[in-house]
């Protein structure tokens, strides 16, 4: 939201704590972002008119709200029609690389993972024409990571972005 707003994007960014939207008022602030509107609200109640976004970015939000169903039908009545929806969730299981199964089983109780998906899943949940998908946080961005080697990581990682085996999140872009 920062990013954006930096570029004159006008960005409404919503979030469910007050430490978080202070922060981004804080941005805000230090930044002089006048593009940037901050709203504490639930996903899943969005305090804006319907078909009022051009664009939605959900990353690593979707699979923490325990009312999913409302999350989605929510933000699929802000998105104008050629809207666009980027969602990034973490990928199912049976596509990561066996041994790391419980190191992110565990990942994901610690910090509240409800659910993971997949595309079909997703196609399923979002009555929208899927555009790109990309699959991120492979093996080679972990081995980047901990041999401190971000920028390798990072490479590597890219030319795996059409290859779901081995990789730990999904994104997808939807166009309404």
């Known amino acids: ?17 007050p430490e978080s939207v202070g922060l981004l008022r804080r941005y805000k602030k230090d930044f002089k972002l006048k593009h940037l509107n901050v709203i504490q609200c639930r996903a899943e109640k969005i305090p804006l008119p319907n078909k009022s976004v051009d664009v939605i970015i959900a990353n690593a ?11 989605i039908k929510e933000w699929l009545r802000l998105l104008k029609p ?22 992110n089983y565990l990942h994901d109780r610690n910090i509240g993972h409800l659910r993971r998906y997949d595309l079909a899943d997703l196609k399923l949940k979002f009555p929208l024409e899927v ?17 401190k080697l971000e920028a390798l990581g990072e490479q590597l990682d890219s030319f795996t972005t059409s290859i779901p085996y081995g990789a730990n999140n999904i994104m997808v872009i939807f166009r309404k």
């Open 131 to 147: 555009g790109d998908v990309y699959y991120t946080g492979n093996l080679f961005k972990i081995i980047g990571l901990v041999l």
């Open 61 to 71: 939000i979707l699979e923490h709200i325990p009312a999913e169903r409302q999350a």
């Open 1 to 17: 939201a920062i990013e954006f707003a930096k570029k004159g994007f006008k960005v409404t960014a919503t979030d469910l704590t």
């Open 82 to 103: 050629h809207g666009v929806l980027v969602i990034t969730v973490p990928l199912k299981f049976r596509y990561l690389w066996p041994p790391l199964w419980i190191p």
